[in-house]
């Protein structure tokens, strides 16, 4: 699944960011190589980084 379209970064992106060490959305785009444009998508990225830091 598309987590964020400006800039084509998926679900398994941020999950694997997450599982890296990202706190926020912002760092987990930095993991990608990515920068954050319009920010609709950073409520989900938190979701996903909260739940990844949850099972760890």
Do not use: D, W
């Not at 999950?15 to 190589?33: D, I, L, M, V």
């Not at 319009?38 to 760890?56: N, V, Y």
């Amino acid at each position: 699944m598309i987590v964020c379209v400006c800039n084509a970064i998926r679900e398994t992106q941020v999950r694997q960011a997450a599982r890296e060490g990202a706190s926020c959305p912002t760092s987990a785009y930095r993991a990608c190589g990515r920068k954050p444009r319009c920010g609709q998508c950073f409520s989900f990225a938190r979701e996903l980084i909260a739940s990844e830091r949850a099972t760890a």
